[in-house]
């Protein structure tokens, strides 16, 4: 396959919706870093706590007749129900598990339960476990399927594995605010506070509960619950990225400074200011990187004057990119801190614009990292082609290290892309959006998973974990910019280590 051919993913109809033959026959990613793994042994440093120590029921209450535990997973019962509570009690807290599907299979989470009666009602609520694909389930209402707060809220559809495989769900609880991500993709960002319509108008008088037991609601199927972990966030421990960045201000900035390695401000000029080889930026006439030049020479592309990012108080230039074209802009490579061996790192930016409005037909990638192509051994970050645009990382290891038979992207469920996937993401044209994306462990040992994850505004969006061989040869790497973009990019850096939440917070705090 040629290169030209492999790069021409945002010019012809090899992007991701496309003939394009790409899959994921061998190469498996999974989700939220924890699938198969101890919870125990990964989370403790990071403040979360196993609520089942995966041999018995331990800790829990309320059911505990209609459940058991086989093959270190808690299960319900066939033909039976009710709710398996934790002992303990929740008020704000973060919650990850594991769960798996039989045809057909319901039960749910039970959020700030109470001890008594129905969690979807007396509780806070309830979060559906479903398997929507279940013919007997077709006319359900909108806010009874996989992910919904039960009867309240409705989830983004489309997210859930096959039946019979494991899914990795992450639930924040905060006042009244509850956050879903399922494999990787927020499908629930709510304020039940906020909403006054019930499915049939039936009341929740549990949803105002600031404190309650965590579990399952079971529903007579044997779903399977593993690898549950629980993070308490306290009155001050708010996920917002502002208050997190209060308390260490001056602690992370230091960090940051000592791992930046690359930064193009574009305050006059689109060469780096912070650079390890060179700090050109060149122009390509497309995406194969065949015919370049160094320096800026797109006409629709140019430096806007006092339009950028205001950092530390004072607002600098941006760069503008006012029409599409086909010609790329590209920093080389040698700037990304490219490693063989166990290589993290970082990118950040920000970008300014109305995705629906602003965007020609088409897909867009602000940023694209690879030295062949967007499926091949390549970081990228896009919108998609369909309105509303969704906003999205894409985190693509080498191609024949996980798609040997060229399986059709299209044939491939959207769950199990090896992407990030944002709905409604919180770009404006009236407003800068903060974008970071960070990497781990890509290049690891044989048998160690690298992860992949996606900030928005200085909150994680979600991310992508598995083996991530990236075999480059690194003066042929090009990280292009503005593919496709309409719109303002400003403040481009790039670091050496993989960043804490609180270091992204920062960067989105300047």
Known sequence: MSLLFLASRAFTSLHLSTVCAIGLTVFSFAVGGTCGRSVQAQEDSIGFKSLFNGKDLSGWSGAVDDYEVIDGSIVCKPGKGGVLFSEEKFADFVVRVEFKLPAGGNNGLAIRYPGQGRAAYDGMCELQILDDDAEKYAELDARQY???????AAAHRGYLRPVGEWNYQEV???GSTIRVELNGTVVV???????TE?????????LNLAEGHFGFAGHNDPVMFRNIAIKRLSSTQQVHATQLVATTADEVGEQLAQALIFHASFDGTTDAQVFQKDRSVYTAETLSREQTKAGNHIEAVVIAPEAGISVAGKSGDALQFKAKTDQVLFYQGSEVGYQDENWSGSMSLWMKLDPDKDLEPGFCDPIQLTERAWNDAAFFIDFDKELP?????????DLQSWNPKNTD???????????????????????????CFTWE?????????GTATLYLNGERQGARTGPMPFSWDQSKVGLMIGIYYIGLLDELKVFNKTLTPEQVAALHAQ
């Not at 645009?389 to 290891?397: H, W």
């Not at 044939?411 to 974008?435: G, L, N």
């Not at 462990?441 to 998973?449: K, L, R, S, W």
């Open 409 to 435: 992207f299209d044939a491939i469920p959207v769950e199990e892309r090896p992407m990030v996937v944002v709905k409604r993401p919180p770009f404006s044209a009236d407003a800068w959006t903060h974008v």
């Open 146 to 152: 996989h992910g919904s707060v039960y009867g309240i």
């Open 189 to 195: 960002d709510t304020d039940v506070s906020q909403i």
């Open 389 to 397: 645009r969704d906003f999205r990382l894409g985190v693509f290891p």
């Open 172 to 174: 924040t609880v905060q």
């Open 198 to 206: 019930f499915q049939e108008g039936r009341p929740h008088p549990g």
């Open 441 to 449: 462990n890509v290049n690891g040992a044989a048998g160690t998973d």
